[in-house]
């Protein structure tokens, strides 16, 4: 269920001592979800948990109660659907149980998004899940979005994102070993984000509708709505540049040192060879850009520098200091405006996005609750 490089790692990367604490560890964990949006009553609002049981791998869904349901096709309704939602309390705020499980918390206003159980390849009850950046699906119209998490016996790993798309402003509480609050809005964010994407003219189809989301640029590429070839040109800049310059990547304390050969990328010390990337390459942190083993810390530092275009004016990357992100022309404006529009400076506008700590991700391996708080639409405290 989870995609996000940073859960992954953020999970595998337990502490000596969570790891001796881990018979104790808590099985569930209280959420609590507050309205704060000013616009949406508590009765035009749909929470949906949903994603897949660590212990057997099956694919579940949370109803209001906590309890972890497995999905099946049973669940489908005469429509084709299956109704996973959980309404909000009538009034004050909602508290819900989570368990063990890594998934998504969807929230849908106004109307519900409809999810449907399909077989996957391997003849299992799998889920399918809204697409907000697909013209053709159900929930297309209706204004949802979600945040993403694993909890599990390390702890709880979560993060507010924006990779796939932004609409529904939201903010994550995280107690515990610490107290931490991310993803937080700045005063009038929400407007902020659609007037600064809509101000940069190959960006502005990304809106969709009435400023009822803004898609990725990946996902404009793949819908037609946005240029394939829009960062080629600081692409080759960058293979021109270290065609006579070497670039230094530092990963796990080991500086590795590259330049372009033969049309490619060359590391030293056991890293691969990088294809010259596309700009989808780029938005997606994939292809040319891929992650595998240990070649994977390096892939992830350039495909933040590609968005960032920091790779050009700084030869020794990563980079860190976020004055330096973003400078060029062309640049990944979508990730800007949303880093831009956040209290902190943080934001996951791309998978990459948490090289030097850029992201909203967070963790605590001994959680004690969590709050989704739905911050405001609007200029209201």
């Not at 349901?69 to 005469?78: A, D, F, K, R, T």
């Not at 699906?137 to 507010?160: A, I, K, Q, R, W």
């Not at 060879?273 to 994939?286: H, I, L, M």
Request: proline share 7%.
């Amino acid at each position: 269920m989870i995609t996000r490089r940073a859960l992954l790692a953020g999970a595998a990367a337990t502490p000596l001592l969570a790891l001796a604490q881990r018979a104790e560890a808590a099985t569930t964990l209280p959420l609590t979800v507050v309205n704060h949006t000013y616009r949406y009553a508590n009765n035009a609002i749909f929470l949906y948990v949903v994603g897949t049981d660590p212990a057997t791998g099956n694919q579940v869904f949370v109803r209001a109660d906590g309890t972890k349901v497995p999905v099946s096709l049973s669940l489908n309704g005469p429509d084709g659907f299956a109704d996973l939602s959980i309404p909000l309390a009538a009034s004050g705020d909602t508290r819900v149980t989570l368990p063990w499980m890594s998934g998504r918390v969807y929230v849908s206003m106004g109307q519900k998004i409809r999810f449907r159980v399909v077989t996957d390849g391997n003849g299992r009850p799998a889920l399918q899940h809204p697409a907000g950046w697909v013209t053709s699906d159900p929930s297309y119209n209706v204004l949802h979005d979600f945040m993403e998490f694993t909890f599990d016996s390390s702890g709880m790993f979560c993060n507010t994102t924006m990779v796939d798309m932004f609409s529904i402003p939201m903010e994550l509480r995280l107690a515990g070993q610490a107290t931490q609050t991310s993803g937080t809005l700045v005063r009038n964010g929400r407007a902020q984000i659609f007037a600064g994407i809509a101000a940069q003219p190959a960006f502005k189809p990304l809106i969709v509708g009435d400023n009822l989301r803004v898609i990725a640029p990946g996902h404009g590429i793949d819908a037609g709505l946005f240029p394939a070839n829009y960062l080629d040109p600081y692409i080759d800049q960058v293979w021109s540049t270290y065609t006579s310059a070497s670039l230094r990547v530092t990963a796990g304390g080991v500086t590795y040192t590259g330049r372009v050969s033969g049309g490619q990328l060359v590391f030293d010390k056991g890293i691969r060879a990088f294809a010259r990337p596309s700009t989808r390459d780029v938005f997606y942190c994939n292809g040319a850009l891929h992650s595998d083993g240990v070649s994977g810390p390096v892939a992830a530092i350039l495909g933040a520098g590609f968005n960032r275009t920091t790779l050009v004016s700084h030869p020794n990357q990563p980079t860190t200091d976020p004055a330096t992100f973003y400078r060029t022309t062309l640049t990944n404006h979508y990730a800007r405006v949303l880093h831009e529009n956040t209290v902190s400076g943080k934001a996951y506008g791309y998978p990459y996005d948490d090289v030097a700590d850029g992201s909203t991700y967070i963790q605590d391996h001994a959680p004690t609750s969590l709050r989704l708080r739905l911050t405001p639409f609007d200029a209201t405290p």
